[in-house]
């Protein structure tokens, strides 16, 4: 019993450290804050507050579970071993190769100790150059992400979208919640380059397009970055689009401009004129997070605004659909034949291989 019990120690010893290092008892934490706010007899007043609340909780369960459950199986053992009963002996083996496993397993997650790796993402997809080819490439990588989310469990919500004219979208925002997203989709974040036969010229020629995605943590707590009043200017106007008469009768829009950066958030969602700004805010303080990452600035006086011109410079992946398939990562040199596997959402090599590579040393050509 001395080698199980010897196993057993440095297992958990080895729980205990990467537990600390991922954060896991503030995730606890807050889950026990966050249940005791679901159970308020006034919780779904608000109902846009009680649904990202309930997305945060599950969030929060599916990345503290598996740790609880490692903990309870570790404290199980102990208790068998301190009744010395030889007879479980073998019983005892098994169910420690069982949490080593998984504990190998959960030592992935330990790859995402960036500042916002562990926050939920909001991402911005806006087509660039190609005309109808590139808003409908724009509409693509859409479905791309939201089928690898799909895959993963994890929830979806648009937060705005813009047509194209004929076909395909000119820009849309939304979020992803779900365990560790920002850190599991940062890599994502640049230029996307598309080659194939245009669908929507009748001479069916090869069309290049492009379209720029941008990936933010969600900041939704105010104090996680701290804004200025005197930073701000805040405009509100009619919302138009869709959604009939009463979106265009009330000034429910709101366009925030963060001054020292220029950058500008507008969200007209058909939402109350608050639950906009509250939507126009968590955008801002995303993207104020993002920018601090790629920047590398601790004091918000100190970022400048977001450079567009090097951004759409910034290709990272080359899609070609015609006259082969081929999808290639600039930056990892990993490749894929399997164009339409990919496209239906099936990212998780270009995330995995795009993850092993930051890790690596500046030296070895890491990021």
């Not at 190769?97 to 806006?126: N, Q, T």
């Not at 509409?139 to 004219?165: C, D, F, H, P, T």
Request: overall charge negative; some cysteine.
């Amino acid at each position: 019993m001395e080698d199980i019990d010897s196993k057993t120690k440095e297992l958990k010893t080895e729980a205990s450290e990467l537990m600390e290092r991922l954060k896991i008892a503030d995730a606890e934490s807050e889950i026990k804050v966050l249940t005791a706010e679901s159970k308020a007899s006034d919780f779904w007043q608000d109902n846009k507050k009680a649904q990202d609340t309930m997305r945060r909780l599950s969030t929060l369960e599916s990345r503290a579970k598996p740790w609880r459950e490692i903990k309870n199986q570790i404290n199980e053992i102990e208790e068998w071993l301190e009744l010395d009963d030889k007879s479980v002996a073998d019983e005892l083996v098994q169910k420690l190769d069982e949490i080593e496993h998984k504990l190998e397993e959960l030592k992935k997650d330990v790859r995402f100790s960036g500042p916002y790796d562990d926050c939920d993402a909001i991402m911005s997809i806006h087509s660039g150059a190609g005309g109808t080819d590139a808003q409908d490439w724009s509409q693509m990588l859409l479905r791309m992400y939201v089928r690898w989310a799909e895959k993963n469990n994890y929830s979806v919500n648009i937060i705005e979208e813009s047509a194209g004219e004929e076909a395909g979208l000119k820009s849309v925002t939304f979020e992803i919640d779900g365990s560790y997203v920002y850190g599991k989709l940062k890599g994502e974040h640049g230029i996307h380059r598309l080659v194939r036969l245009s669908p929507f010229n009748s001479d069916n020629l090869r069309q290049t397009s492009f379209a720029k995605v941008e990936v933010m943590p969600k900041i939704d707590k105010p104090g996680a970055i701290e804004i200025d009043d005197k930073d701000l200017k805040i405009d509100v106007f009619r919302s138009g689009g869709h959604g009939g008469q009463s979106v265009n009768t009330t000034d429910s829009a709101v366009r925030v401009t963060h001054i020292p950066t220029g950058i500008v958030v507008s969200i007209q969602n058909e939402r109350s004129q608050l639950q906009n700004k509250e939507t126009a805010m968590t955008i801002l303080r995303s993207r104020l997070a993002q920018l601090q990452l790629e920047q590398h600035q601790l004091d918000l006086k100190s970022i400048k605004g977001p450079n567009q011109s090097a951004e759409w410079g910034n290709q990272i992946r080359s899609y070609v659909l015609h006259p082969y398939k081929q999808i290639k990562d600039l930056r990892t040199k990993y490749e894929t034949s399997d164009a339409d596997k990919v496209l239906d959402g099936n990212i998780d090599d270009f995330i995995e291989t795009y993850l092993r590579l930051s890790l690596q040393p500046k030296t070895q050509g890491g990021q």
